[in-house]
């Protein structure tokens, strides 16, 4: 059994696509002896068993991460996958998985359901807020995601899975489309500067065509004094004894 874990901020987001059809139509569930497009919860500890629509319980969860709206991706999802050609679970047997998984790893008082659209696994989503506000950290969610795993092989006589040091850390579908999104926006963005540089370029240079064609020989700024600057004489005051010009 393998556990790939991610982390979000939406209950609702990853509820859409755990009961939607999937990218292929391979979602897919057993009802009534017949094979139906979507998913099913098969375990919860909020009473949602049998849902196949992930609006009710997404609001339930949402609830609790509404009482820490600090909290940054408050909303934590694994998947549970037997190896390939290992014995098909019934639901009943997933359900137990998940509520021995919830105790082993920790979060067994949170909200949480587990969903199926496929024989061999299942999404659990949890809040790692409670109904009170109290957070489950999940630290070494990795290691203790895989040390529960073997555990549950033995106990259900699965399939021994390979293990890895570390799971490489993959965000959650929506955080990776907003990503992808913020990273177009930014070349969106370069391309359009680049594009008004470009065109103020081009613009500067056909004003300055213009103007060379205009005014091919254009007139210099004279000096109107230029060779006939007048000076200017000193002020000297009226001497004593000298004919002013004025009566005495």
Not at 22 to 30: D, I, L, P, Q
Not at 52 to 57: I, K, L, M, S, Y
Not at 137 to 149: E, F, G, L
Request: net charge positive.
């Amino acid at each position: 059994m393998i556990a790939k874990i991610t982390r979000g901020k939406n209950p609702g987001d990853i509820g859409a696509y755990l009961h939607g059809p999937g990218k292929a139509n391979e979602h897919t569930y057993t009802a009534a002896g017949r094979r139906v497009s979507g998913g099913v919860v098969v375990g919860s500890n909020i009473g949602a068993e049998g849902q196949t629509d992930p609006r009710w319980w997404a609001a339930e969860l949402r609830k609790a991460v509404n009482t820490r709206p600090e909290i940054k991706n408050p909303v934590w999802h694994t998947s549970l996958r037997n190896t390939k050609g290992d014995r098909t679970l019934s639901n009943e047997q997933w359900a137990d998985i998940g509520q021995s998984f919830a105790e082993d790893m920790g979060y067994a008082e949170h909200p949480w359901v587990m969903v199926r659209h496929g024989d061999d696994h299942v999404h659990i989503v949890v809040s790692r807020v409670d109904d009170l506000g109290q957070i489950w950290h999940a630290r070494n969610d990795r290691r203790a995601a895989q040390t529960a795993c073997t555990k549950l092989e033995k106990i259900y006589g699965l399939e021994a899975a390979p293990r890895r040091r570390e799971q490489a850390k993959q965000p959650v579908l929506v955080e990776r489309e907003h990503a992808r999104f913020k990273a177009q926006l930014v070349a969106d963005r370069r391309a359009q500067q680049e594009r008004e540089a470009q065109a103020a370029a081009e613009k500067a240079a056909q004003r300055a065509k213009w103007r060379d064609i205009s005014f091919p020989n254009p007139p210099t700024t004279r000096n109107p004094f230029k060779g006939n600057v007048p000076v200017a004489r000193p002020y000297a005051p009226p001497q004593p004894g000298r004919e002013t010009g004025y009566e005495r």
